[in-house]
Structure formats: structure tokens, C-alpha cells
């Protein structure tokens, strides 16, 4: 009984570990920039660098889906009683 409680953290834990990126990979593409004096903004890993371009072809759009997805997921702190 105790296993199954356990179950959804560690799931939660594993998809989280899955998004971190060791320091020396991080650090290695900071050297990297540094050196070779790439373009003023690189992605991390590579892949991510498609929502880079989305954000700099369709701003508008951008800022809509950002608007919507705080509206969404945001939470609002609880108002002070006083």
C-alpha cells in the first residue's frame, strides 16, 4: 500500500529529472558560444531552438499562447484578510 503512494511522486520526479540538463553539458555550450562567437542566442539542447523560432517569426501568436497558458495555469495568491 505504501508502494502505490509513492508511485505519483515518482513519476513527477523522473519527468522533472528528465528536464534538468547536467552542468557540464550547460556549460560546455557556454564555452562553446564564447569561443566560436555564435549568434547572440543559442538553444540548449538544440531542439528547443524550434520554440525560439516560433517566437521570433509569430510574436503575436507567441504572446497570445503565453497570455493563455498563465491565465490557465496560473495560481493567484490568496487575498490577506486584515
Known amino acids: 500500500m ?14 522533472v529529472a528528465a528536464l534538468v540538463m547536467r552542468a557540464d553539458k550547460v556549460a560546455r555550450a557556454i564555452l562553446d558560444v564564447v569561443s566560436q562567437g555564435k549568434a547572440p542566442e ?12 516560433f517566437r521570433v517569426l509569430t ?5 497570445w499562447g503565453v497570455r493563455t497558458a498563465t ?8 487575498k ?3
Open 42 to 53: 543559442v538553444s540548449v539542447p538544440r531542439g528547443m531552438g524550434v520554440w525560439q523560432a
Open 71 to 78: 491565465k490557465r495555469f496560473a495560481t493567484t495568491p490568496a
Open 2 to 15: 505504501n508502494a502505490t503512494r509513492k508511485e505519483p511522486k515518482m513519476r513527477k520526479l523522473i519527468a
Open 59 to 63: 510574436p503575436s501568436l507567441y504572446r
Open 80 to 82: 490577506s484578510q486584515g
